[in-house]
């Protein structure tokens, strides 16, 4: 098949450059060329000599032969078509009355920043004695270490730029190798030179909201106490122990058939798919390699931090969380898996709190006030198609400053001459 393809290219390629040839030529600098879509429905060719004509078919003939080469050996070469790598733009806000927006470029979902993370190690598991209610119970923890030199803020990023606001973090200084020097590492490493950081061995950028944003400068130390206390909920990342290929039984906790009385059916994979689709659905539980991936735990409670540690032989930070934590414990002088922790996502936090509100419940009296809503019996609106109401309102103002054209404003609690008993807006929100 690779000769088929080959021979196939060289066909499209030779008709393209026929194409080419005959259809488009290059104008003299004084020529000017109508616009499409007034006069004619195709744009008009400058009026040149035969003889320009032949010369430039002439000079791109070397050029096609080349063109033709590389395409037969493109062609012949690959066996499935790439994919266009072209993101497509996407409109959000109407920049004149008649431009209507699709649904499908208004819909959104919201980003939730981490905030602030640092790098740790894993070092051991042990167990805590807690006591509640009168009652002494073992709690299962994880103790994670951060090495002498710590976090360091290597790099900043921001929306103008780069498209978000972003803090990079860096850990664990070494000593570069040689073969380091050179590659993607090297670029590295020349951008942490740049910025006057010393080489470290893990860099990862975390998404932090605005307000904290500024609160950090390069080259700053990051201790655990900055911006966690025990108490809190954090999110750790890190790699699964590798387990190998492993069956279904292990992989997946499946059921074993019954080990006596002569059942040939011990630790085998039972039905795989029906007889009707005739083929293996996805997703299907069935034996393959185990662990070795990417693995997250959510809402780990800190036990106990301790952190500027002056002793030596000692890490310089002590983190204990409830529960276990990916990736393996120190047992080799090289220390345990590498993790990376940051304060647990949380909706709650304020930043999603509305104040247009369109439908509350109020005291009914004389001297009562029906824009003072009774507490928790009222409803706010919190989206519209996906996006924050806020956000699309201050975009429109950017185009529009007075409104967008053919609106009337009285009713959008969001302009300042809106009529507040029309607009229900209560004014202590």
Not at 325 to 343: F, I, N, Q
Request: charged content about 25%; overall charge positive; glycine content about 10%.
């Amino acid at each position: 098949m690779s000769w088929l393809r080959g021979a196939l290219g060289v066909s499209c390629a030779v008709v393209a450059v026929q194409v080419y040839n005959s259809c488009f030529v290059q104008a003299p600098v004084s020529t000017s060329l109508p616009r499409v879509g007034l006069g004619e429905r195709q744009p008009r060719l400058a009026n040149l000599s035969s003889t320009s004509v032949g010369a430039g078919r002439s000079a791109s003939a070397g050029w096609s032969v080349l063109a033709l080469a590389g395409v037969a050996a493109l062609a012949g070469a690959t066996s499935r078509k790439a994919k266009s790598s072209v993101p497509r733009k996407s409109s959000l806000i109407a920049t004149r009355p008649d431009q209507a927006i699709p649904w499908w470029e208004r819909m959104s979902r919201p980003v939730i920043e981490p905030g602030i993370g640092i790098w740790a190690e894993k070092l051991n598991m042990t167990t805590i004695f807690e006591e509640e209610d009168g009652n002494v119970k073992t709690v299962p923890a994880t103790i994670l270490v951060v090495k002498r030199g710590g976090n360091m803020v290597t790099d900043k990023r921001w929306p103008e730029k780069h498209g978000h606001y972003s803090v990079q973090v860096g850990y664990e200084r070494y000593t570069p190798e040689e073969r380091e020097k050179k590659g993607k590492r090297a670029l590295l490493l020349n951008k942490l030179a740049r910025n006057e950081c010393p080489p470290l061995r893990k860099l990862k950028d975390f998404r932090i909201r605005p307000q904290d944003w500024e609160k950090w400068e390069v080259g700053q130390k990051i201790w655990p106490s900055d911006f966690l206390k025990e108490g809190d909920l954090i999110d750790v990342h890190g790699w699964c122990k590798g387990k190998g290929f492993a069956g279904r039984i292990k992989r997946w906790g499946g059921k074993r058939g019954p080990m006596t009385h002569g059942s040939k059916h011990h630790r085998r994979e039972g039905s795989i798919g029906a007889a009707l689709p005739k083929r293996v659905l996805p997703k299907r539980h069935r034996a393959g390699w185990m662990g070795a991936c990417k693995k997250t735990v959510h809402n780990s409670t800190i036990l106990k931090i301790m952190d500027r540690i002056d002793e030596e032989n000692m890490p310089e930070s002590v983190i204990v969380v409830r529960g276990s934590v990916p990736g393996y414990t120190a047992h080799w002088e090289s220390g345990g898996s590498y993790v990376w922790l940051h304060k647990a996502k949380n909706r709650h936090d304020g930043r999603f709190k509305r104040d247009p509100v369109w439908l509350w419940f109020y005291n009914k009296g004389e001297d009562v006030d029906p824009l003072v809503p009774i507490p928790e019996k009222a409803w706010t609106w919190k989206t519209m198609w996906g996006r924050d109401i806020r956000w699309i309102t201050h975009e429109v103002k950017k185009y529009w400053p007075d409104g967008f054209p053919g609106y009337d404003h009285i009713m959008d609690p969001f302009y300042d001459d809106c009529d507040p008993h029309i607009a229900l807006k209560a004014p202590d929100w």
